[in-house]
């Protein structure tokens, strides 16, 4: 069946003076569908069990995103989340004071990359962007799985700026709310790597932060 045998069909109805009108529409349905079909659907979508084999060919291919993310994976997924950590720890200076242990515990270990991420002029900026444009977005040789992670973790990161921002133009505040409000961002960042690190080892993708997890399943898509 060609377009020009086809178009003859749907003149059908023409012709069919004595027929009803709904077996007019039924020839004219007829005919466009056998053209749609015989020619692998070139205005109209594939039904719906090509679609569902499109599907479960893009989730077994190479991308390897629903499969068990590797051990790299899950030490790559671990890692970017020493961004929003390393920003975070300018807040936890009450808490380092109070609790001299979790300085040994926290500040030591990070200190020598501490010392170069924040030494070394424009190489935070370097790192974010660098995990944005190379592992975030790039789709072809990360996985689902890493390009989440370091997106929340560059979400968090951009998350911190808020409330530095307030902190360097709020100096009427009282020293009580701003140690208190410091102390609490603090403390939820380490629960949240530790939710973090804690999920990605054990291959599980840690979608759970409120707001935050929702904007980047929306960013990275299901793919």
Do not use: W
């Amino acid at each position: 069946l060609n377009y020009r045998e086809s178009g003859r069909m749907m003149m059908a109805p023409v012709a069919f003076a004595h027929g009803s009108h709904t077996q007019q529409l039924l020839v004219v349905r007829r005919s466009v569908t056998s053209v749609f079909c015989g020619h692998r659907y070139p205005f109209s979508r594939a039904p719906r069990g090509a679609r569902t084999a499109r599907l479960e060919t893009m989730r077994m291919g190479g991308s390897n995103n629903f499969s068990d993310p590797s051990a790299l994976e899950r030490a790559v997924s671990c890692a970017v989340y020493l961004v929003p950590l390393l920003d975070s720890l300018s807040f936890g200076r009450y808490v380092f004071k109070q609790v001299p242990i979790l300085a040994d515990l926290i500040l030591y270990p990070l200190a020598p990359i501490l010392s170069v991420y924040r030494g070394v002029p424009f190489f935070a900026f370097g790192v974010f962007l660098a995990l944005y444009i190379l592992v975030a977005r790039n789709a072809t040789t990360f996985s689902r799985f890493v390009r989440f992670n370091t997106q929340q973790a560059l979400t968090l990161d951009i998350a911190l700026i808020i409330p530095q921002l307030f902190s360097a133009f709020g100096q009427g505040i009282p020293s009580q709310i701003t140690e208190n409000l410091s102390t609490s961002l603090f403390y939820a960042m380490l629960l949240i790597v530790a939710y973090t690190v804690s999920s990605n080892i054990r291959g599980i993708t840690p979608n759970e932060i409120p707001v935050v997890s929702d904007s980047v399943e929306a960013q990275i898509g299901p793919f």
